[in-house]
C-alpha cells in the first residue's frame, strides 16, 4: 500500500526501508572485504618478491651441463648464503649467464685430476655417486692446483659436457660470483631419458 505525506509525497514504509537499508549494508561489506582482499594480495606478492629477490632466488636451468642429478627445464629455488660447502650444488654468475655446478674445492684445497677423470681433493679421491661417467672434458688446465682465497673450483655433473673451473674460459670462481645454493627443485624438466621414454 503506497502511503503520501500531507504534500502528497511518497513514503517509503518501514519494511522497504529496513530492506534498503540491508542492500546498502551488504554492499559496503562486500567493497569492504574486496579491497581488503586485494590490498593483502598486494602485500603478500610484493613481500614474495622481496623474498625472492633478496633470499630465495628461483632460476630455471638450461642445458645438459648437471645431468643426472638436474634437467633442463628444472625449476630451483635458491638459498643466499655466505658459506659453501664441498658437494653443494651451486648457482654462478658467469658472463651474464647463470650456471648450475657442483662445489668441489674450497679456498686452500688442492684439487687434482687423473687421465681418468677422476678428482682428488687433497690427496684423497672424491666419492662422485652423483657422476654417471667420469672425464677430463673440456679441460685445458694443468693439475694439481689450490684453490686460492676467496675462490672455488666448480665441475658439472655431465663431465663430457660441462664447462667449468677445468677450463680456462670459467676457472676457479670468485665468491662474490656465486648467488646462492641450490635449496629444492621445484619442477621437474624433461631429460633426455624420459624422451626416449616417451
Given at each position: 500500500?503506497?502511503?503520501?505525506?500531507?504534500?502528497?509525497?511518497?513514503?517509503?514504509?518501514?519494511?522497504?526501508v529496513l530492506?534498503?537499508?540491508?542492500?546498502?549494508?551488504?554492499?559496503?561489506?562486500?567493497?569492504?572485504?574486496?579491497?581488503?582482499?586485494?590490498?593483502?594480495?598486494?602485500?603478500?606478492?610484493?613481500?614474495?618478491?622481496?623474498?625472492?629477490?633478496?633470499?630465495?632466488?628461483?632460476?630455471?636451468?638450461?642445458?645438459?651441463?648437471?645431468?643426472?642429478?638436474?634437467?633442463?627445464?628444472?625449476?630451483?629455488?635458491?638459498?643466499?648464503?655466505?658459506?659453501?660447502?664441498?658437494?653443494?650444488?651451486c648457482?654462478i654468475?658467469?658472463?651474464?649467464?647463470?650456471?648450475?655446478?657442483?662445489?668441489?674445492?674450497?679456498?686452500?684445497?688442492?684439487?687434482?685430476?687423473?687421465?681418468?677423470?677422476?678428482?682428488?681433493?687433497?690427496?684423497h679421491?672424491?666419492?662422485?655417486p652423483?657422476?654417471?661417467?667420469?672425464?677430463?672434458?673440456?679441460?685445458?688446465?694443468?693439475?694439481?692446483?689450490?684453490?686460492?682465497?676467496?675462490?672455488?673450483?666448480?665441475?658439472?655433473?655431465?663431465?663430457?659436457?660441462?664447462?667449468?673451473?677445468?677450463?680456462?674460459?670459467?676457472?676457479?670462481?670468485?665468491?662474490?660470483?656465486?648467488?646462492?645454493?641450490?635449496?629444492?627443485?621445484?619442477?621437474?624438466?624433461?631429460?633426455?631419458?624420459?624422451?626416449?621414454?616417451?
Amino acid at each position: 500500500m503506497v502511503e503520501e505525506n500531507r504534500v502528497g509525497k511518497y513514503v517509503p514504509s518501514e519494511a522497504e526501508v529496513l530492506k534498503e537499508k540491508k542492500r546498502l549494508q551488504h554492499n559496503a561489506l562486500f567493497w569492504k572485504t574486496l579491497i581488503s582482499t586485494i590490498s593483502t594480495l598486494i602485500v603478500v606478492a610484493a613481500i614474495s618478491v622481496l623474498l625472492s629477490f633478496l633470499f630465495f632466488p628461483v632460476i630455471q636451468v638450461s642445458g645438459d651441463s648437471m645431468e643426472p642429478t638436474l634437467s633442463d627445464g628444472d625449476v630451483l629455488l635458491l638459498r643466499k648464503s655466505g658459506g659453501f660447502k664441498t658437494g653443494q650444488l651451486c648457482c654462478i654468475s658467469w658472463q651474464n649467464k647463470l650456471l648450475i655446478k657442483r662445489v668441489i674445492g674450497i679456498p686452500g684445497d688442492y684439487v687434482d685430476m687423473d687421465d681418468e677423470g677422476n678428482i682428488f681433493v687433497n690427496n684423497h679421491l672424491v666419492d662422485e655417486p652423483y657422476v654417471s661417467e667420469k672425464s677430463r672434458g673440456k679441460c685445458d688446465l694443468e693439475f694439481p692446483m689450490q684453490v686460492p682465497d676467496g675462490k672455488y673450483f666448480v665441475l658439472g655433473d655431465h663431465r663430457e659436457t660441462s664447462i667449468d673451473s677445468r677450463n680456462s674460459a670459467i676457472g676457479f670462481v670468485d665468491k662474490s660470483q656465486v648467488l646462492g645454493t641450490v635449496l629444492v627443485r621445484m619442477w621437474h624438466g624433461v631429460s633426455k631419458e624420459d624422451e626416449e621414454v616417451d
